[in-house]
T-cell receptor, first 108, second 115 residues
Framework: AQRVTQPEKLLSVFKGAPVELKCNYS??????LFWYVQYSRQRLQLLLR??SRESIKGFTADLNKGETSFHLKKPFAQEEDSAMYYC??????????FGKGTRLHILP | GAGVSQSPSNKVTEKGKDVELRCDPI?????LYWYRQSLGQGLEFLIY????????KSGLPSDRFSAERTGGSVSTLTIQRTQQEDSAVYLC?????????????FGPGTRLTVL
């Protein structure tokens, strides 16, 4: 089965503290994985994709095939990081499968 | 240029009525996607168009849901005999080609409330 699991519905982190949003996937084959973000009153947008190996807004995510994980990390949280984050997997039919999302709340 | 637009932004309807939701993709984008976003369920894939054809309709929840795309541009998602469980935000997205190589851009969504 093709599945993306985000175990945390809500994650509260103090400003300046490290952030880790967890994502695990189930997929037979080489997955292509993404993180999408939706800030309050804004559209859903791509944050990063694993093939580009970029750091966007200080966030990084490493694909761990052994653990079937693609956790999103940032060393120092900022208040503007508060948003809804979705992990997603692209299957071979060009269809994106999203997780249920994690709401990140940065505490002042 | 303009991004993906959707109309209406909000729709309130009575149970049993039909509704039509519209999506205008970014000009020139060949791929168009519909998703449903509901509380606690995250983003659920509904249907995908490449040009005017829909190679994957597997995500449509029931035969009350249908979608079409004409002229390789505008798409309409129709829900017949709406039920309360259809209440959600319906998102449209478009991309210039396969997502493997192209970014997917999302519209603002249509919030559907079925009373």
């Amino acid at each position: 089965a093709q599945r993306v699991t985000q175990p945390e519905k809500l994650l509260s982190v103090f400003k300046g503290a490290p952030v880790e949003l967890k994502c695990n996937y189930s997929y037979s084959g080489s997955p292509e994985l993404f993180w999408y973000v939706q800030y309050s009153r804004q559209r859903l947008q791509l944050l990063l994709r694993h093939i580009s190996r970029e750091s966007i807004k200080g966030f990084t995510a490493d694909l761990n095939k052994g653990e079937t994980s693609f956790h999103l990390k940032k060393p120092f949280a900022q208040e503007e990081d508060s948003a809804m984050y979705y992990c997603a997997l692209l299957n071979r039919d060009d269809k994106i499968i999203f997780g249920k999302g994690t709401r990140l709340h940065i505490l002042p | 240029g303009a991004g993906v637009s959707q109309s209406p932004s909000n729709k309130v309807t009575e149970k049993g009525k039909d509704v039509e939701l519209r999506c205008d993709p970014i000009s020139g984008h060949t791929a168009l996607y519909w998703y449903r976003q509901s509380l606690g369920q995250g983003l659920e894939f509904l249907i995908y168009f490449q040009g005017n054809s829909a190679p994957d309709k597997s995500g449509l929840p029931s035969d009350r849901f249908s979608a079409e795309r004409t002229g390789g541009s505008v798409s309409t998602l129709t829900i017949q005999r709406t039920q309360q469980e259809d209440s959600a935000v319906y998102l449209c997205a478009s991309s210039a080609g396969p997502i493997s190589y192209n970014e997917q851009f999302f519209g603002p969504g249509t919030r559907l409330t079925v009373l």
